[in-house]
């Protein structure tokens, strides 16, 4: 069953185990509701490592992220999202989503999307907000959109990489093959979703740089219009974790930002990453 949230994007699955086979029929109506609401939410799921790699593989390929240590031993297809530390060395990327974005925006191609699975809560804080971007874009005016449809934008991992290290020291500086391996791509501003056919805005604070083609202040000036406009109160679902949550949203048509979690509490969640198509 899909129960739609009281939110401008996301519901739950109910009285779904994923660490149970899943029908070919069940697997349909979960393709159809994440198109439908974009964000989909799995509650009280003790499933393993394996078993989250095994049900993410069922929407495609995954994705490896380019900080490859902090990725789950024996598990490369997860990235750690946590701010534990172990021996004196964090095991996960701890200040992940400190700014809107959409998960691997920076590569030819995108994600689809995301499967993040709650395994360590703190007592306060950790929430995630998720912006519905088909939202950001029908409620541009007329005249905004028409300029917006023929522009592309590049997207660059590293954008805000040194900014984030300057606040997290133990953030790694970046390899030349890493460097290699994120190097700046562009993208049409407005694409269209493969599956539901709806346009949205695809531009995110964190990895989107410039629009190509225009001066460097006009660029900047639009971008940030475009930033504001996104994260408005009423294009947003914010979840509040509980422990075993899978969450798993569709970068194409949603951005999401970290609430942030006290340094006291440890947080641990695991994510795997869904190969995409080139957007359009």
């Known amino acids: 069953m899909i129960r739609p ?16 086979p899943l029908s070919d029929e069940a697997f349909s109506r979960i393709r159809q509701a994440f198109s439908d609401h974009h964000v989909l939410v799995f509650r009280k799921q003790d499933i393993t490592p394996a078993q989250h790699v095994q049900f993410s593989r069922r929407f495609g390929p995954l994705q490896i ?3 490859r240590q902090f990725q789950l031993p024996g598990h490369e297809e997860i990235l750690q999202i946590s701010n534990i530390r172990e021996n004196g060395k964090p095991i996960g990327l701890g200040d992940a989503g400190a700014f809107w974005h959409s998960d691997l925006s920076y ?18 804080g950790g929430d995630t ?12 005016p007329a005249s905004l959109q028409k300029v917006l449809l023929p522009l592309k934008a590049e997207h660059s991992y590293i954008k805000r990489y040194e900014e984030q290290r300057a606040k997290a020291p133990w953030r790694p500086a970046l390899t030349q093959a890493q460097l290699d391996e994120v190097r700046p791509v562009v993208h049409p501003v407005v694409t269209t979703h493969p599956d539901n056919g709806r346009k949205t805005l695809f531009v995110n604070e964190h990895f989107t740089s410039r629009i190509v083609g225009l001066p460097q202040d006009e660029s900047e000036d639009l971008l940030q219009q475009l930033f504001a406009h996104s994260v408005r109160p009423e294009f947003i679902y914010t979840h509040q974790w509980q422990k075993d949550d899978m969450v798993f949203w569709d970068n194409r048509s949603v951005i999401h930002l ?22 359009v």
């Open 5 to 20: 949230l009281a939110a401008a994007l996301g519901a739950e699955v109910l009285d779904l185990n994923l660490d149970q």
């Open 107 to 124: 590569k030819a191609v995108p994600s689809l999307g995301s499967l993040l699975h709650a395994r360590e809560l703190p007592d306060s």
């Open 129 to 140: 907000h998720f912006a519905n971007m088909h939202l950001a874009w029908e409620t541009l």
């Open 65 to 67: 992220h380019v900080l």
């Open 258 to 279: 970290a609430g942030g979690t006290p340094d006291d509490q440890r947080r641990r969640l695991n994510r795997t990453t869904v190969e995409g198509t080139a957007p």
